[in-house]
Every structure is written in C-alpha cells, then in structure tokens.
C-alpha cells in the first residue's frame, strides 16, 4: 500500500514539474532563465544576475527558488565591431514541498548578435543554451494517513528511506531582437523555448517527457526626462496545459542625471494576469541594480495562501570600465 502511495506521491510531485519550470515574477531581471540570447547582449564588459524567490510563504517552504548568472561578450576584436558575441554560465536550485522535492541545474549558453545598421542600434541575435539537471525527490519525507497508528506516528519504513535521483540534459534556445531610435532609448521583442529535446524525467520506474516551455517577452526603456526613464516589460508563456502573462512598468529616477553611471531609484508594478499583483521597488548606484517585489495574490487561492503570494530579491551588476562606450541594449 505504501509502494502504490508513493508512486502516487511522485507522479503528482513529477506531474507538478513537468506542468511548469520554476519561474520569477521579476522575469526582466533573470536574463539567461528568460532567453539565452540575451546572453552577451548588455552595455558592459560583465554581467552577474541572482535571484531568490520564496513563494506562498503561509505554506513553510512550499516553493524557493534561487539563481545566479554570469555572462559576457567575448572575440571583440574578431567579431565585426557592433557585433555581439557572448556566452555565459548559470544555475539554479528548486526546492518544493519542504524540501522533499529538488531540482539543480547548471547551464552554458552562447549567443550571437548581428548589427542591422551601421550605429548599432538595431540588432537580431540568436542564441542556445546546455543543461545539466538533478531532481531528487526524498521518499523519507513523505507521510502517509496509515503510519499514524493507536501507538503513534510509526514514521518511514527503511523501505521508504531513501532520495531517488533522475539526471537529464536539456537544450534551450532563443531570438532576440532590440531597437533603438535615437542611441538613448531602447526596445526588444524575443521569443524563446525550454526543453527543446524534452528529457525523461520521473521515480519509480516512471518516466514522463518534459514538456517544452514557450515565450514570448518584450520590453523597452524610453527617457521622459534627464530624470525621468520609464520601464516596461511583458511576457507570455506556457508548458503542458499551464500558461501566465506578466505585463507591467516602472519609473526610475535618476538622481545623478548621469546616464552611463545612474544614481537611481525604482518604483513600479507588475501584473500577472487572474493571479497576482507584483509591486517592484528598486535601486541602482555604480553600476549594481537591486530588485525588491512582492506577490499579493488576486487569484482563488488567496484564501489559502491568506493572499501571500511570495517575496522576490534580484541583484544585477554590470561592469563597466571608465572609457567604455556602449550600444543600446536590453536593461533589467
């Protein structure tokens, strides 16, 4: 009976992964999770991104989720000179239901850029990524209705104490294109998919194809004002029968007024559709950006969650030395 539960428990848990990829609500600030062609495309010489997000904290631990990135344009002086050629590292960790299921992954990725006019404003680029993964489930930890007898909670037979592990690789790719009129603003439009070569994944001699994970993103940040710069940004995306759109802006205030090294403040909101609304607050200064949200659940599960829907961190440094001279691109 316990055999059947547990392969009831890990086809519901595996069913739950394949139904959606981790995910941020501040997608614009997780460049390599949200495409692999904005690898390499940035004003700098490096790029680091990290996010952290605990998700429906009123439930301890059912979703946190922590990535980081390291990405930068490489062959200057072999690529044609408004070109973009980059490539990049990053990983993830997933933790569900208090641990009992993890997912770690770590991936490279590459991407080309080629200039469409000769100033460099306007751009298409492609780019792909490889992936290495982990899910483990830890058997240990389930409970189950029959192990709470008259004497007690009999607790995991030895049977059942054990983390059953599945490795996969994975192929991701992605377009991008980004615009700008005038060298000061910019603007981009790009579509990419997850799981191109949908891995196997499951427990107990259960496997299940990984359905792909599609998107569709745009933004752009246009200034009003030598204070004022408006941001905004949008995605769809699905996988499996599960979709989401998150559409939204932000103001920033550059107190500095300088527009290669902005002193700025961030504030602004997001919506993800019959969801949840996502107030951002951010703050930048010499070249490091950091991200504060906070989902409010709107959806049915409000109750449940008591409206909670999970705080959000990022951080974004962009290195860039003193004479650098940079090209619009996409800013997170």
């Known amino acids: 009976m316990r055999k059947l539960l547990v392969c009831i428990c ?22 390599l999770t949200l495409n692999p062609a904005f690898t390499g495309k940035f004003s700098g010489t490096w790029r680091l991104a990290a996010n952290h997000r605990d998700q429906w904290p009123s439930i301890p631990k059912a979703y946190v989720t922590t990535s980081a990135s390291l990405d930068f344009p490489i062959l200057k002086s072999k690529v044609p000179e408004k070109d973009v050629f980059g490539v990049g590292i990053s990983g993830l960790t997933d ?98 998919m997850y799981h191109i070569n949908r891995p196997k994944v499951g427990f107990q001699d259960k496997n299940w194809y990984l359905s792909g994970r599609i998107s569709a993103h745009a933004g752009g940040s246009f200034p009003v004002s030598d204070l004022i710069t408006l941001h905004v940004s949008a995605i769809h995306q699905t996988q499996n029968k599960a979709s989401e759109t998150t559409l939204g802006a932000a103001i920033a205030a550059n107190l500095s007024q300088d527009a290669e090294k902005p002193s700025a403040i961030y504030i602004g909101s997001w919506v993800r559709l019959n969801d949840a609304i996502v107030p951002y607050l951010g703050l930048e200064f010499g070249g490091l950006r950091i991200g504060v949200s906070y989902d409010f659940n709107i959806s049915n599960l409000k109750a449940a969650t008591q409206s909670r829907g999970g705080s959000e961190f990022s951080i974004i440094f962009i290195k860039r030395p003193a004479d650098y001279q940079g090209i619009p691109c996409p800013k997170f």
């Open 95 to 192: 933790a569900s239901a208090n641990n009992i299921l993890k997912l770690n992954y770590g991936s490279v990725s590459m991407s080309y850029h080629k200039a469409l006019d000769e100033n460099g404003y306007s751009t298409i680029g492609a780019g792909f990524q490889a992936t290495y993964s982990s899910l483990s489930l830890d058997r240990g930890k389930l409970t189950f209705s029959d192990m709470l007898t008259q004497n007690g909670f009999t607790g995991p037979t030895a049977e059942m104490v054990s983390i059953n592990n599945k490795n996969y690789f994975d192929i991701n790719a992605g377009l991008l294109y980004s615009g700008s009129t005038n060298g000061e603003n910019n603007f981009y439009l790009g579509a990419s």
């Open 10 to 31: 890990a086809l519901f848990l595996c069913q739950l992964v394949s139904a959606q990829d981790p995910h941020f609500s501040q997608f614009f600030a997780s460049p």
